[in-house]
């Protein structure tokens, strides 16, 4: 419902003309903008992703309202020295999904549209436990669903019934993301290979080589293992860095710069690991953490994003968020907790 009301106000906004208004006043120097999968049939995929319609529809509006798409580091450069020639987007990617070649790359080859893969070792090496997808292929194989670990059975006989209990599922796992690893029992019970879902869904060392080399393309680290860094030790979650960059560099061949934190959320990182992160030599690290950036107190290794999903998100809403709205609904509400 809340989601519900935000769009209902993001419309009222857009139909009566004012997101140019608040563009002007409310939205950053630039934005670091953050899809998963783009997929074809998202109705199929219960909407865990970004539609291609909405896909395309994002950069478009950017470059028909003065957003110029560059690389991260060209956009940090910029923001650095102060340019406000443009404002700027940097479009990211994480996990590496084999959509983002087969489906999103000939889009950013029209745009001539750089673009950021933050990839964890796990994905490639067909080892990630990946217990979303394990999710999304359980609710979607029928209409009666027992989660064992949640000792909970959902029905949902039809697409807004499914969507609504992976919704569920996903929320319970991030309260405590240690939850994840219970996931295993249900799987097997299902019949459900992990495995075999990385293999069909992830790109394989080959295919991100080739993506490396594409003009276009930066690959970023995103760990070893996708895990929330936050619940690790630190030794551990300096490993889970250190590893995947070592190991995304000896397959590329080439540098591995800027880092995303698995999940992104404050339960998952903190300023222990933007520490690690700096420690390491990363140039940058982004978060799920809603927002845009300004020259003025930028944080390089917590850098928020503007997430963009067909299940939540429409043209109307994309273009309110990018003008600025949804931050000024946080500065609004911030006001209001001070007095």
Not at 45 to 70: P, Q
Not at 234 to 240: M, Q
Not at 316 to 337: E, K, L
């Amino acid at each position: 419902m809340k989601q519900l009301s935000k769009n209902a106000l993001f419309h009222a906004i857009g139909g009566v003309g004012l997101f140019p208004v608040f563009r002007k006043i409310f939205a950053g120097r630039a934005a670091i903008v953050m899809f998963h999968e783009i997929q074809r049939d998202c109705q199929l995929e219960l909407m865990t992703g970004t539609s291609v319609e909405l896909f395309e529809y994002s950069l478009s509006w950017l470059k028909r309202n003065g957003w110029a798409i560059v690389s991260l580091e060209e956009c940090l450069r910029r923001l650095a020295r102060n340019d406000r020639s443009h404002r700027y987007a940097v479009l990211t990617f994480d996990d590496g999904y084999r959509d983002n070649v087969s489906v999103a790359l000939p889009i950013l080859e029209r745009h001539n549209a750089p673009f950021m893969v933050y990839v964890p070792t796990a994905a490639l090496t067909r080892t990630l436990q990946s217990w979303w997808l394990g999710l999304r292929e359980l609710i979607r194989s029928g209409d009666d669903i027992t989660i064992d670990e949640m000792v909970t059975r959902f029905h949902c006989p039809d697409i807004q019934s499914k969507r609504a209990a992976l919704r569920k599922v996903d929320q319970w796992v991030h309260q405590d993301y240690k939850r994840a690893e219970s996931f295993a029992t249900t799987f097997n019970k299902a019949g459900i290979s992990i495995s075999a879902l990385n293999d069909r869904y992830f790109l394989d060392e080959c295919g991100l080589q080739g993506l490396a080399r594409h003009p276009l393309a930066s690959i970023g680290g995103h760990t070893t293992a996708h895990v929330a860094l936050a619940t690790l030790d630190a030794a551990s979650a300096r490993a889970e860095l250190a590893d995947n960059r070592n190991y995304l560099e000896n397959l590329l061949q080439l540098p591995v710069r800027h880092l995303a934190y698995p999940f992104g959320t404050p339960g998952a990182c903190g300023v222990r690991e933007e520490n690690l992160a700096r420690e390491l030599g990363y140039l940058s690290a982004v978060t799920t953490r809603h927002g845009q950036l300004s020259e003025h107190q930028l944080n390089q290794f917590a850098l928020p994003r503007i997430g963009v999903c067909s299940s939540f998100d429409s043209e109307t809403s994309f273009a309110a968020r990018m003008s600025g709205v949804q931050s000024a609904m946080h500065r609004a509400g911030s006001w209001r907790g001070r007095n």
